[in-house]
């Protein structure tokens, strides 16, 4: 069966309202699944030779503009991460959730262009750190370093840093700093106290998030993975295990229009301590007395 | 022209008892030697219940159980018409107070400012909405001379019918239907007056004068002359205090921290008014919880301080942050009173309202942002609310400083040293002692070193400090099978531990 033929057979189409309503799909709908269905670009040039056809007044999943968002976005500094963000990069006044369980694995350079982004803009920052009472990762004592964030282009004086002491505190001052109007940008470690509970607070906190125009980074544990977000944008964060490299794995696990398969990869810690891994071996260690004791006096005489 | 406003509170004992507490029940002010009190005031409650003026406490007690009865204390009402004319002052810049029998209150001159609130009836009806937010409820007199307008004042507050006598012409008539009775003369002279079949001050000014003079005191034809504008009335002038100070009793014994929110919110209203007369701000305001003297515990006052980050006059503001303070707050004893104070008052820096919708670009709003500071501060405190600046200093631990939110406000920022070294974003205050095996740190399994030696010798200059040691470390970069980075260091001295200090997250 050909477009045309399909075309003739098709009533008039029915008026449209709602988004991503597919009504009359063809009989392959469930092609919209396959991994090898055809791109948005490969159907307007070459047009539906996989049993994919177009029709007028049909939206299609993964159609671009579909998953194009309402809320302005603001890129993310990863080029390979705004290619796959619906609107090209983390959407204001939306929730967006983080899943990860290891500090260090690149969590916070991943945000850091946003942030130095906001923070020149003069919009104020908000940490919601984790809280004393979660599990022990030694994140409860962790603070973020002033030199680092200034570093990254994050000024720490337009930003204010709020350690909870148990979940309840944690939730009510993220939900206070989203009732703020002209708020940059919020970071909340988010502790889990059930699916539900979870669900109920964090739908409470996108709606907040709505009304304003801030960046809403919830950071919560990975095994809230499988759990129901109402979170517009949730990414899972990991290592991976390349042959030479390591390099930080984004998972979307969910976002607006199809979803996406393959991780994306993206390098946030310089190139240069992945080359040096191999060379600097362990036994390099013990022979600290090799250094040159008065590296920095010379490192301040240069200053 | 001038134009006076008396404000004329009537029962004022049984308002101010009234005010601290949303009062249902039957309320009565007692006076008189402590074993026999006599009731002086009831409010309508009470009333209905049989319960008049002038009775025994003992035989209103009888007649409702539920009665609440509060000594009457004279110096209460003067302070409170003193705070009360320190909040008129936002009003009006002649303020004075004056007491009497029927009715105590004060007399603002409004001719000199109406136009400033948009006419007469709009600043009549501001004033009477903001003294019922103080728990105040007042009957107005408007004439050209305070004595007029007084006495219109009382005359209403009498529960009489009284008209306004906007404008000189109509002074007279406005006072001819009042009776003698408003004008507090001593009883000798009411009473004769009354003899002679002189019910009205109309029929008192028909009088001749000199007549009148002569049997009843040069004295009382003043006072009538200065009513009607015939000679000139100078008040007392009114000095605005630089404190404010204030005080409310409440009636019933308050347990829960949150039933001080109502008290407090009529507080924070008179502070409202009195900083708009100062046209100035509150940057730390003390209130007091006042406890029972007779209590067994020897506590007398719980103070509750809340500091802003930046002058505040806002009463509803004021009472969000003040919430959120109290929700920290436990009473040990009861409270039995709640006073205000403010020592200082601070410039402020009223924002102007936009006429359009701020827009969605619009930079941060400095105010905004300083509410939403000092609301997590108000209720988590400054331990755990707080600031991180950069500090000069080599030593890694020593170069974070955390900056309480109240005193960040105009503190120099250091800058930190531009470092050749790549910092983690996240650092542990205290390092944290690594597992090792034959030498090889662990920590999550087995690291591999990316980056380093960076060697840290520094702190000579701190040399017997032990909060701010010397330290003598080489720093790596290490990464864990899991994918971690991590910033550790190992010792230069013996035993040449390993210690795990960041994480580049």
Not at chain 1, 48 to 58: H, K
């Amino acid at each position: 069966m050909n477009a045309q033929q399909l075309a003739a057979l098709t009533p008039a189409p029915l008026p449209l309202r709602g988004r991503g309503a597919i009504p009359r799909a063809p009989a392959d709908a469930y092609a919209l699944a396959a991994p090898d269905r055809p791109s948005p670009a490969q159907r307007e040039r070459g047009g539906g030779e996989g049993g994919f056809v177009c029709l007028p007044g049909v939206w299609h999943a993964d159609d671009p503009a579909l998953a194009a968002t309402a809320a302005e976005c603001a890129p993310t500094g990863f080029a390979g991460l705004d290619a796959e963000l619906p609107g090209g990069g983390w959407p204001h006044g939306q929730l967006v959730e983080l899943l990860y369980d290891d500090p260090g694995i690149g969590e916070l350079s991943l945000l850091a262009p946003a942030l130095a982004a906001q923070a020149q803009a003069g919009r104020a920052c908000v940490w919601i750190l984790p809280c004393e009472s979660g599990p022990d990762n030694l994140l409860q004592q962790a603070l973020p370093y002033p030199p680092a964030l200034a570093e990254a282009g994050i000024d720490p004086s337009c930003s204010i840093f709020v350690r909870p002491a148990v979940a309840r505190e944690a939730w009510w001052a993220v939900e206070q700093s989203l009732r703020a109007a002209h708020l940059g940008a919020l970071i909340g470690w988010l502790p889990s106290s059930g699916a539900q509970a979870d669900f109920r607070a964090l739908r409470r906190l996108h709606l907040l998030a709505q009304r304003h125009h801030a960046l809403v980074f919830a950071i919560r544990p990975s095994r809230c993975a499988g759990t129901p977000s109402p979170a517009v944008l949730r990414l899972q964060l990991a290592c991976s295990s390349g042959p030479q490299s390591r390099l930080l794995a984004v998972k979307i696990l969910k976002r607006r229009g199809r979803p996406l398969i393959d991780p994306v990869a993206l390098q946030v810690h310089p190139d240069r301590w992945n080359r040096s891994a191999a060379s600097l071996a362990m036994a390099a260690a013990p022979a600290s007395s090799a250094v040159r004791p008065w590296r920095l006096t010379a490192a301040l005489a240069g200053c | 022209m001038a134009l006076w406003l008396a404000v004329c509170l009537p029962a004022l004992p049984l308002q101010l008892a009234a005010r601290a507490a949303p009062c249902t029940g039957p309320l009565a002010i007692t006076e008189g030697p402590r074993e026999r009190p006599l009731i002086s005031f009831c409010n309508d409650s009470a009333r209905a219940a049989g319960i008049a003026p002038m009775m025994k406490l003992a035989a209103a007690q009888a007649l409702a159980r539920t009665l609440t009865a509060v000594p009457r204390q004279p110096d209460h009402e003067r302070d409170a018409l003193h705070e009360l004319a320190c909040w008129a002052y936002q009003f009006s810049a002649q303020v004075a107070v004056r007491t009497g029998t029927v009715a105590s209150g004060l007399v603002l001159e409004t001719g000199g400012s109406e136009r400033l609130f948009g006419g007469h009836s709009l600043l009549h009806r501001r004033i009477r909405r903001e003294l019922g937010n103080l728990g105040y409820r007042a009957a107005f007199g408007h004439a050209p001379t305070p004595g007029a307008a007084w006495l219109i004042g009382t005359a209403r507050a009498g529960g009489l019918s009284a008209s306004d006598a906007p404008a000189g012409g109509q002074l007279q008539a406005a006072l001819s239907p009042l009776p003698l009775a408003m004008l507090e003369w001593d009883a000798d002279t009411t009473g004769t007056l009354h003899a002679l079949g002189l019910a009205t001050l109309g029929q008192l000014l028909a009088l001749p004068r000199d007549a009148f003079a002569r049997r009843f005191g040069a004295q009382r034809l003043d006072h009538l002359d200065r009513a009607l504008g015939l000679r000139p009335d100078p008040q007392p002038a009114f000095s605005l205090p630089a404190r404010f100070a204030a005080h409310i009793e409440l009636p019933a014994d308050v347990t829960q921290s949150a039933q001080l929110m109502f008290p407090a919110h009529r507080l924070l209203r008179s502070l409202e008014g009195f900083l708009r007369g100062h046209d100035a701000g509150a940057a730390e305001l003390v209130f007091t919880a006042h406890h029972d003297p007779r209590a067994v515990q020897p506590v007398t006052a719980t103070p509750i301080v809340l500091v802003l980050a930046a002058p505040e006059r806002n009463a509803g503001r004021l009472a969000k942050l003040l919430a959120e303070r109290l929700t920290r707050i436990s009473l040990p004893e009861p409270a039995i009173g709640l006073s205000l104070t403010v020592d200082r008052l601070a410039p402020f820096q009223a924002l102007n309202a936009s006429l359009l919708p701020p827009s969605q670009d619009s930079v941060r709003d400095g105010l905004d942002w300083l509410q939403l500071a000092e609301t997590l501060h108000a209720r988590l405190g400054s331990e755990r609310v707080f600031q991180l600046q950069a500090v000069d200093d080599h030593r890694p631990e020593h170069a974070i400083r955390i900056v309480p939110l109240a005193t960040e406000r105009g503190s120099p920022r250091t800058a930190a040293l531009p470092c050749a070294q790549q910092r983690p974003l996240m650092i542990l205050p205290a390092p944290q002692l690594l597992p090792q095996h034959d030498e090889h740190p662990g920590y999550g399994g087995r690291l591999a070193l990316l980056a380093g030696p960076e060697r840290i010798e520094a702190g000579w200059w701190d040399l017997g400090d032990p909060h701010r040691p010397t330290v003598h470390r080489d720093y790596f970069v290490a990464r864990n099978e899991r994918g971690q980075t991590l910033w550790i260091y190992r010792e230069l001295k013996q035993p040449r531990r390993w210690f795990l200090h960041g994480f580049f997250c």
